[in-house]
């Protein structure tokens, strides 16, 4: 049976993601029991946990203690992670500080813990839940961008790093998602509405992620019209940009 770690699990996303794993056994990592607990508490083969990911010593203790139960992970999906919407003069060093903390340390720190130890075994896949934003900044979006942008050149080194050892890293790049994010990152729904046509529904994401485990698959990046604009923004940057700040700034 296979590991498949899970972080962020109470979000959107993780939910759809444990709907298509019902034969592994699953570790959920969140923020609180109680909310785990009401999502998952019926899963048979679901080992809930309750952490700060971005406490090292608390996720270094937890990762040693499941490889001494568990022998192996198979599976590590680094999917917590938010986002604030905000111009960048309104945004406070301290939600520098604690964004990079979240999105990208402790996806790092993870994929260090568990890639050393799938290094070792030559076995493993690490997927990591980056975004659209880490491929293309748009207005509003400078921490957030920074944060993802960030995680996807660690995914991209780490990815090489691990090729020769037959350990496979994913990044997951979508557009906006219908899920809890945007109550966060854009609480009065200005930029969600404006982008309403384009939402991907969590379980259309979810099913794609899943198809990818086990494979070795570079990024996913979704829906395809984003994708097509990302290669548009690497070949006119110019360009992009001009469309990113007028016809297109959604933010
Ligand atoms: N929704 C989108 O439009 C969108 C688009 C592109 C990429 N993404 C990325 O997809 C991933 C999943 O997001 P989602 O759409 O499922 O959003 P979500 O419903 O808000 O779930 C994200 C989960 O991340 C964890 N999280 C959020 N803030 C945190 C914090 N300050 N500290 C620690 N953990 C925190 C939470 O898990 P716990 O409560 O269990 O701790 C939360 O449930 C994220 O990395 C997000 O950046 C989302």
């Known amino acids: 049976m296979r590991t498949v770690l899970i972080t ?16 592994d056994q ?41 490889y001494q139960r568990y022998g192996k992970i198979d599976v590590l999906i ?19 500080h604690q964004m990079f903390e979240v999105n990208t340390f402790a996806l790092m720190n993870l994929s260090r813990l568990v890639g050393t130890r799938m290094k070792e075994i030559r076995k493993g896949h ?14 509003k979006s400078s921490l957030y ?21 037959g350990v496979y890293v994913t990044t997951v790049n979508p557009g906006p998602i219908r899920t809890g994010f945007f109550d966060q990152a854009d609480p009065d729904g200005t930029y969600l509405k404006s982008v309403d046509r384009f939402l991907l529904e969590p379980d259309a994401v979810a099913k794609k992620i899943v198809k990818t485990i086990g494979k070795n698959k570079r990024e996913l990046n979704l829906p395809a019209l984003l994708h097509l604009a990302h290669k548009f923004y690497t ?11 007028e016809t297109f700034n959604y933010k």
């Open 8 to 23: 962020g699990a109470s979000g959107g996303l993780a939910q759809e993601m444990v709907k298509l794993l019902p034969d």
């Open 26 to 66: 699953l570790i959920l990592l969140g923020r609180n029991k109680e909310k785990l607990a009401q999502l998952y508490g019926n899963h048979l083969q679901a080992e809930l946990v309750e952490i700060d990911i971005t406490d090292v010593q608390a996720i270094e203790e937890l990762v040693a203690e499941l």
């Open 145 to 165: 961008s920074a944060t993802k942008f960030a995680a996807i050149g660690f995914s991209n080194a780490l990815r090489l790093e691990l090729m020769p050892y």
């Open 235 to 245: 070949l006119f940057p110019k360009l992009a940009d001009k469309l990113a700040g």
């Open 78 to 96: 680094n999917n917590a992670g938010y986002g604030i919407f905000e111009d960048f003069d309104k945004i406070s060093n301290q939600n520098i």
């Open 126 to 139: 690490i997927i990591n839940i980056v975004s659209m934003a880490g491929l293309i900044a748009t207005g």
